[in-house]
């Protein structure tokens, strides 16, 4: 049984391989990037916009005012970022409904670079805001003694998004392909439109975490510099 | 019984137990979460939003407890390192 879309191997030379999830990821990323440049070609302040370009506003205030409401309240800096990991991981797990698609955030090699993503964005919005100084003394709050936990929860934390992430999507799949063995007419549609609504809860999941990481990062290191 | 049959049993048994433990007291906590936020709601609906939110975050955190179990589990059973150490021998 192949657990993860990593293990089906499309083309290798030397050590170069390229896997399924790699193939798979580009493909996204083509759509989504191409999808959103042909949206933005041309944009309307009218009355009667259109119906692609509606939708991608109410995307992104819908994110906008989420973002607000965690207590990042200048959103527009980090929407590039938090925007982008939220709609990645969200196309992903949505096309789950086509046939022969395996959803790469069921590698643990994306979900892995996703986690590395907001470990190295933190101190990287942190810094942004309140100089070096400002963010390393982030470290030392509310105490001295806090420090040693404090930099072993940066690493657990991002061990726990990459599994997370990692360990929903692909026990949704595995739950159908068993259930394919065993049942193979009705319940795996009702579990893939479980492992839909999984889908999304956890890329909304994964952004909310990282805005609150970035949020934590972001208020510490600049109320010292005030 | 030999290397084999022993690491095969021990594998399945903890599997087993592993996915039935981890899966049983994260239920118990999620209830616990869920009650006491729809508690809160009943009492401030003007809060629900908020609540909500935070009750998502929880459960997720509550339920990847869970899913690290399943994930040891399906180690155990599909990619069993101490496994492929014996065949290989």
């Known amino acids: ?226 | 019984m030999d290397n084999v049959t022993i690491i095969a049993v021990a594998s399945i048994v903890t599997a087993g137990l592993t996915t039935a433990i981890g899966c049983m007291v994260p239920a118990l906590s999620e209830g616990k979460a869920v009650s006491k936020a729809l508690g809160s709601i009943a009492q401030q609906p003007d809060a629900a939003p908020t609540i909500t939110r935070t009750l998502f975050v929880g459960l997720a955190m509550i339920e990847s407890i869970a899913i690290y179990c399943f994930v040891v589990s399906m180690i155990l059973i599909f990619a069993n390192p101490f496994w492929t150490h014996i065949i290989a021998k």
């Not at chain 1, 370009?53 to 994110?63: A, P």
């Not at chain 1, 392909?177 to 007419?185: D, E, G, M, N």
Request: net charge neutral; with cysteine.
């Open chain 1, 1 to 226: 049984m192949k657990i993860t879309p990593d293990e089906t191997i499309i083309w290798h030379h030397g050590f170069i391989i390229i896997n399924l999830t790699i193939v798979i990821t580009w493909v996204l990323m083509l759509v989504l990037v191409i999808g959103s440049a042909l949206i933005t070609r041309q944009l309307k302040t009218d009355i009667f916009i259109s119906r692609w370009q509606c939708i991608l506003e109410m995307i992104i205030t819908g994110i906008n005012s989420q973002i607000k409401e965690i207590g990042l309240s200048d959103s527009e800096k980090y929407i590039g970022y938090l925007g982008t990991l939220f709609l990645f991981i969200a196309m992903s797990n949505i096309c789950i409904i086509l046939p022969y698609y395996e959803p790469p955030t069921g590698s643990l090699s994306t979900t892995a670079a996703l986690a590395v993503s907001v470990f190295f964005a933190v101190p990287a919005f942190g810094i942004m805001n309140g100089g070096i100084v400002g963010y390393l003394k982030s470290y030392t709050k509310p105490s001295i003694i806090m420090l040693p936990f404090n930099i072993i929860g940066e690493f657990t934390r991002t061990l726990a998004l990459a599994v997370r992430l990692f360990g929903n999507i692909m026990s949704g799949g595995m739950i159908v392909a068993i259930l394919l063995s065993i049942s193979p007419f009705v319940f795996p549609v009702i579990m893939n439109s479980l492992g839909l609504l999984t889908g999304i809860v956890q890329a909304y999941i994964f952004s909310v975490l990282a805005t609150v990481f970035i949020a934590a990062a972001v208020h510490e290191s600049s109320s010292e510099t005030l």
